[in-house]
């Protein structure tokens, strides 16, 4: 899921609502949009609310969300899917790190980010974060707190193969379709209703998802991986959740449920 924000008059005044999108990924690789949602400001609270719905449509588990972070979504997550692992995308890591870097350092200080991200493993990860914070800590210490403070969040990865990880490590797929929306959208300044944007980005979504005809790259690589590691896990006494059959991103979340969660 993804919230995308749209100027709306109320009240004589013109202010920020809120549309919350889902995405999923069906078993047969595909991508549907799987609901949109009205609201004020972006919360956790609200993104519970609709994960609340999901598993009351029949969403028994997920196995992985991949977030930007949002305060409190974490959390918010694991209350209503206890079992479900969370990976911080990187690349909103990357944009965070680097937002107070002046432009001077800017090219070698992302330079030197990508051995981080790019390693092949989470211990050449660790080691890289070591050898970038000794060059950089001193003038961006902000920079390699957050890598700190986030690291077993924004390593989850590193436990997937490769084509699985290329999937969760970011949140791309929810992103290109806001983008999307927002061209469909952005000649409208502000909207008079609720109403008027919600229609709006119903016919956005609509023309945005016509092309959604072709399953993603290397399903069935990564239908096969997930079945693997999903075996390998139920050797355990631990119930393990359903693995890949449909993915829904939210908010930068990307959700592994059961096939039988799918609401077209």
């Known amino acids: 899921m993804d919230a995308i924000i749209f100027k709306v008059r109320e009240s004589s005044k013109v202010i920020n609502k809120t549309v919350y999108v889902a995405v999923g990924l069906r078993r047969d690789g595909k991508k549907e949009v799987l609901g949109l949602w009205p609201g004020k400001n972006e919360s956790a609270a609200f993104w519970m609310s609709v994960l609340t719905v999901m598993k009351a449509r029949g969403t028994e588990d997920i196995l992985i969300t991949a977030t930007e972070n949002l305060n409190g979504f974490t959390d918010t997550i694991r209350n209503v899917f206890p079992e479900s692992r969370t990976q911080i995308c990187v690349v909103h890591q990357i944009r965070n790190a680097c937002r107070y870097v002046i432009w001077k350092d800017n090219k070698a200080f992302t330079a030197d980010m990508k051995g981080i991200y790019n390693a092949p493993n989470e211990k050449a990860a660790k080691a890289a974060l070591e050898d970038f914070a000794k060059k950089w800590e ?47 959208t952005k000649n409208k300044l502000s909207f008079p209703t609720d ?13 945005a998802t016509k092309k959604w005809s072709m399953p993603i790259r290397n399903r069935g690589i990564i239908l096969n991986q997930f079945l693997t590691i999903h075996e390998k896990g139920s050797d355990s006494n631990k119930v393990q959740p359903p693995l890949f059959s449909t993915y829904t991103l939210i908010r930068t979340v990307s959700l592994f449920m059961d096939s039988n969660t799918y609401i077209s």
């Open 195 to 207: 109403d008027a944007v919600m229609k709006s980005v119903y016919w956005a979504t609509r023309e």
């Open 138 to 184: 001193g003038k961006y210490s902000y920079a390699i707190k957050s890598w700190r403070d986030n690291w077993d969040e924004l390593t989850v990865f590193y436990e997937f193969p490769l084509e699985i990880r290329k999937i969760i490590y970011t949140t791309n797929l929810i992103e290109n379709l806001n983008g999307k929306i927002r061209k469909y």
